[in-house]
């Protein structure tokens, strides 16, 4: 393999640590000769100590470090061409022609700038004589792949950037604290949060927290909005909601670029309504903190496709930007993301604000319409009349974001002339005439809650058929949405088998998976789970810093998930671990002595916390008593051994902003298709439904949501052990395996390929709605 060196220019931000991690270690992994640049553009030009070869011992401890250990700087002297001189002249000494770069559209553009004059460069280089002449044909390309890192999340061509999923636990957490002391004072609250340019930060938080009003620069109000805002408050507080939140980006504007600042809305509160108004402003506490699970994972995968991607360019292949579309990683020209982010700046100069919406992609412009549908209640005048009875309810065990998911279907039902029915303990409570009609106002401050309002048991209809059905008549339910995990999709195909004795079943169902263990078939993620996969790494990072300044120490952490090793496999890489033991990857005394032996080599040379994880059900004989014994055993006079079992901690606590907003516009997306489906399927008297694509799974596939009969998914499931026969995450147990200095195989079969970048994807194509 011929040799390839790497280095890095990094802007400081949360996750970026991983994918610092991540590419050091995959970069080796393959052989190659790693570099570090410290201070970021400004050590390239300095050169001298701030390029140091990295090792896998200089990126351990890190995933759990906010911002970026090989530290940033702004560097003026870049941007001239005597600073990018000097920078090619330190590289060409020590034979690097690959970067990876991570950062925003400011130093991505830069390095863009620096691989087009690099040809040139070495020419100078070679007539001032500090270069020999066959160095320009040695080094005669630049090879450039950037990570975006940028809280904004205000780059054109991703759906997220590293480091914005970290600023929205940072203001999701001040959020939530401000509406305990907003609603017993009866304050409103005004929050600043970033967003100079890009109003995403903003737009997520009011989504993830239910806000009255959000100002972005995006889309400034109409004229007239101070009055239209007062009424929403003054609406608001009339209907016994005892605060208010309004959330500003820093770069709102109104219709004429005139900015709207935080003082000028607590102002014009104060004077028209008269309520007892506070101002908090967020600043840079959005940049800092412990990264969040997803952007652990995201950096690591991303960091990992980056050094596949210098691996595969050629002197033709122009630089290129890893991104995440959906659930998967794509890769696509840097100056095409580039240029798109700049039109929509453009856009907004010049006051064409709805493309400015489009440009941003449809997951903002997603972000926009759900915002608006969820927050925004028309009058009873204008809502139209469907007469349609639609139910919900939840199903299984309680999975933090099952109550966002709640509110927004019974919003969006109401908004579409539905008449919402709430069903408590799931279909124990339907059999027993728990249901009750619910309204616009109470579900008002539900997405901050975790559990289940509604209450939801694993009762199965198929034993209260008859009785449930004899509901569904009494309250003429003409649709049904089941929130809940495994047992949901049990119960839809015992509903639908049911239809051919119960004429009440033939009716629209459709089903959102909201389950901790991410089992169910059909799609790649379930409401609840990032939420448990944060309480997993945020206790095992605590778990490892107990063991700080002590002996050599190991930790066994047993965790959730049925049979499914989702939350051991992945919250083993966010986490850092050096294995995870699970149902889906068989293992024997042999690999467990190959594990221990693996940990003991390196615990000698160099780290000094281990971290296993084992999912609850990997093996019914090697318990998680019995791997901490043995690797107590084993070793013994290295290492010494604790363990933990998780439990239920990882079902509880309050939802993370992901899981809010997933299971927000999930639940949106389901409504409407069953207002769709009961247009199309009602006849003179009533509604009727007993086609296959009527009951339906809403999941994620890749890049695409999709509504998919639940019937086809039966050949996809392990009904045994209740989980997928095949499930996406296992493509990453290499992944975690490599970091943690294993010799294994690496898939790349399913790596990013070079795309470009598509202005409008078609409306079904839109899997962004997780964020």
Not at 44 to 50: A, Y
Not at 405 to 416: C, F, H, K, T
Not at 478 to 495: D, H, K, P, T
Request: aromatic share 6%; net charge neutral.
């Amino acid at each position: 393999m011929k040799e390839h060196i790497f280095c890095f220019l990094i802007l400081s931000l949360s996750g970026m640590n991983a994918a610092v991690r991540a590419v050091v270690r995959m970069g080796l992994y393959v052989g190659a000769k790693v570099y570090f640049i410290h201070e970021g553009y400004q050590g390239m030009v300095d050169g001298g100590e701030n390029i140091r070869e990295a090792t896998w011992e200089s990126v351990s401890s890190m995933l759990q470090v906010g911002g970026t250990v090989i530290g940033s700087a702004r560097c003026k002297e870049f941007r001239t061409h005597e600073g990018r001189l000097k920078a090619a002249h330190n590289l060409v000494q020590r034979g690097i022609t690959n970067l990876c770069v991570i950062g925003g559209d400011g130093s991505l553009t830069g390095a863009n700038l620096f691989r087009e004059e690099w040809s040139g460069l070495l020419g100078e280089l070679v007539d001032q004589g500090l270069i020999e002449a066959d160095a320009v044909q040695k080094y005669s390309a630049l090879h450039i792949v950037g990570m975006v890192g940028s809280i904004d999340n205000d780059f054109c061509g991703t759906d997220m950037t590293i480091g914005t999923d970290s600023a929205l636990h940072r203001i999701i957490e001040v959020v939530d604290a401000i509406m305990t002391t907003a609603q017993s004072h009866q304050r409103t609250f005004v929050l600043e949060v970033m967003g100079r340019h890009c109003g995403y930060l903003a737009l997520v938080s009011a989504l993830a927290c239910g806000a009255d009003w959000v100002l972005i620069p995006e889309m400034p109000p109409e004229d007239g909005w101070e009055e239209k805002m007062c009424q929403k408050l003054s609406a608001n507080r009339a209907g016994m909601k005892r605060l208010n939140i309004i959330i500003v980006a820093e770069g709102a504007i109104d219709r004429n670029n005139k900015p709207i600042t935080t003082e000028c809305i607590k102002n014009l509160v104060v004077k028209c309504l008269g309520f007892d108004t506070r101002v908090t402003i967020l600043g840079h506490v959005q940049r800092g903190g412990t990264p969040s699970a997803f952007d652990r994972i995201l950096a690591s995968r991303m960091g990992v496709e980056a050094v596949l991607a210098l691996l595969e360019t050629t002197a033709n292949t122009p630089a290129c930007v890893v991104s995440l579309c959906g659930n998967q990683s794509v890769r696509l020209p840097l100056m095409e993301c580039v240029q798109m982010t700049q039109e929509v700046q453009k856009a907004m100069d010049e006051k064409r604000f709805e493309e400015a919406v489009k440009l941003r992609g449809r997951s903002f412009e997603n972000n926009l319409k759900t915002y608006k549908l969820l927050a925004h209640r028309k009058p009873e005048s204008e809502l139209p009349t469907s007469n349609f009875n639609v139910a919900v309810l939840n199903v299984g065990a309680p999975a933090a974001g099952m109550n966002a998911a709640v509110r927004s279907a019974v919003r969006v039902g109401i908004s579409e002339g539905h008449k919402m029915f709430a069903v408590s303990d799931g279909f124990e409570g339907f059999y027993k005439g728990q249901i009750k009609e619910i309204k616009w106002a109470d579900v008002g401050g539900w997405t901050g809650q975790g559990g289940s309002l509604l209450g939801t048991k694993r009762t199965l209809p198929a034993k209260h058929v008859d009785k449930i059905a004899e509901q569904m008549r009494k309250h003429n339910i003409n649709a049904l949405l089941v929130i809940g995990g495994f047992e949901a999709f049990l119960s839809l195909l015992e509903l639908l088998t049911a239809r051919g004795k119960y004429d009440e079943f033939c009716v629209p169902m459709v089903m959102v998976p909201a389950t901790v263990s991410n089992n169910v078939p059909g799609s790649d993620l379930s409401i609840g789970a990032d939420t448990a996969l944060n309480a997993i790494t945020t206790t095992c990072d605590r778990i490892k810093q107990s063991a700080s300044g002590t002996k050599r120490r190991v930790f066994i952490i047993e965790t959730m998930g049925g049979y499914c090793g989702y939350l051991a496999s992945v919250g083993g890489l966010a986490a850092g671990a050096d294995a995870a033991y699970i149902y889906e990857e068989p293992f024997d005394i042999r690999d467990l002595q190959a594990n221990v032996e693996h940990l003991t080599e390196k615990m000698k040379t160099s780290i000094q916390r281990g971290l296993v994880l084992r999912n609850e059900n990997s093996n019914e004989n090697y318990t998680t008593d019995f791997i901490y014994q043995l690797y107590s055993e084993e070793g013994r006079g290295v290492f010494d051994c604790r363990k933990n079992v998780l439990g239920h901690m990882q079902q509880g606590g309050a939802p993370s902003p992901f899981d809010r907003n997933f299971g927000t516009k999930i639940s949106a997306k389901a409504m409407q298709w069953i207002s769709k489906k009961l247009v199309e399927t009602r006849g003179r008297c009533r509604v009727f439904a007993n086609t296959e694509d009527s009951c339906c799974l809403l999941g994620m596939r890749r890049r695409a949501l999709v509504f998919q009969p639940v019937v086809q998914l039966k050949e996809e499931t392990d009904f045994v052990h209740r989980i997928p026969k095949e499930q996406w995450w296992l493509k990453l147990r290499p992944l975690m395996k490599i970091l943690a200095k294993y010799k294994t195989s690496y898939d790349v079969s399913d790596s990013g390929q070079l795309e470009h970048v598509v202005r409008n994807r078609p409306k079904e194509s839109d899997a962004s709605v997780a964020m």
